[in-house]
């Protein structure tokens, strides 16, 4: 037996009381032991034959070693082992698939707010042409969708926008005071009441454009 130590419980040393070949018995067969498993290979004719026993003394001394139950203690210790390391494994699986969750939520939203803008429908580009505020076009779209107006509400909208677009408001400083056109469609500015003066050529300008829009609408 090369150096080195051997643990034993304090009941088998008490029981062997350290004489004749019963301890080296024991240690040999520990010495065996496989510890992944607790399993020791042992027969009475071999134990018998390697200690000088008859087969009756061989036949009770193992039945003796087995009885010490080591090899179940060693299963139990193992599978306690295990069930612990699973346990660490299974929180460590939920905190990575929390993680992921998290993660992937966070990219959709991305995602959901870098998306196309979408497509505007038909009558928007000739209202977006004539609206003087070049601001907030991806909104404009959206609010052009929202309100789908037919071609009727077309010619409505089109006509008080340029209405709009001669009136003082509209045409002061600069014309800071247009608001974005998303904001003039959604509170439905067309339909306001406007006190304008309208000079010989922008009645002509209105007539034009009257004409054109009926023109379109075939």
Do not use: C
């Amino acid at each position: 037996m090369d150096d080195g130590w051997i643990k034993l419980p304090r009941h088998v040393v008490k029981k062997l009381g350290w004489k004749g070949n019963k301890l080296n018995a024991f240690v040999d067969l520990e010495m065996r032991r496989d510890f992944r498993t607790g399993n020791v290979s042992h027969s009475v004719e071999g134990t018998r034959l390697k200690w000088g026993w008859t087969w009756r003394a061989a036949k009770r001394f193992l039945a003796w070693f087995d009885g010490l139950k080591i090899t179940e203690a060693i299963t139990e210790q193992s599978q306690r082992l295990s069930s612990e390391n699973d346990s660490q494994s299974n929180q460590s699986h939920r905190a990575i698939t929390e993680a992921i969750t998290d993660t992937s939520k966070k990219l959709k939203k991305k995602i959901k707010n870098t998306t196309t803008p979408p497509t505007p429908q038909g009558g928007f580009n000739k209202f977006w042409e004539n609206y003087p505020r070049k601001a907030g076009k991806a909104n404009a779209v959206k609010a052009w969708n929202k309100l789908a107006p037919d071609d009727g509400l077309q010619f409505e909208i089109i006509l008080s926008l340029a209405q709009h677009k001669t009136s003082e408001q509209w045409r002061k400083d600069s014309g800071q005071f247009i608001p974005h056109a998303a904001s003039w469609l959604n509170q439905r500015r067309w339909e306001d009441e406007l006190e304008i003066e309208v000079q010989p050529w922008e009645s002509e300008y209105m007539r034009q454009l009257r004409e054109q829009a009926e023109e379109e609408r075939g």
